[in-house]
């Protein structure tokens, strides 16, 4: 655990989570007892087959915590995606 008290979070960084030298790390605001954010780096098949993936959260009106941004990438074979959730509404 890594705590930052300038910027408000803690940090918990797993490594070696599923495979060797990859990491985890999951953010999370202390004020707002919510996670901010969730960072990955691992590899496909090899560890020059670099992926890494970045969640960013963020509240909604009535304090629902959800995935604003995700960006996914294929370090080496040169792709990004990336998403962005935004104008939730209420249904009916």
């Known amino acids: 655990m890594q705590p930052n008290s300038a910027a408000g979070t803690v940090s918990l960084i797993i490594k070696s989570y ?3 030298n990859d990491s985890v790390t999951l953010v999370f605001n202390q004020q707002q007892k919510a996670i901010q954010s969730v960072q990955v780096a691992s ?3 090899s560890p020059s087959d670099a992926v890494t993936i970045a969640v960013q ?3 909604l009106p009535d304090g629902t915590n959800h995935v604003a941004t995700m960006q996914v990438n294929g370090v080496s074979k040169q792709l990004g995606v ?4 935004s104008m939730y509404q209420p249904l009916g």
């Open 57 to 59: 959260f963020a509240k």
């Open 43 to 45: 590899y496909l098949t």
């Open 82 to 85: 990336t998403t962005q959730n």
């Open 18 to 20: 599923l495979k060797p």
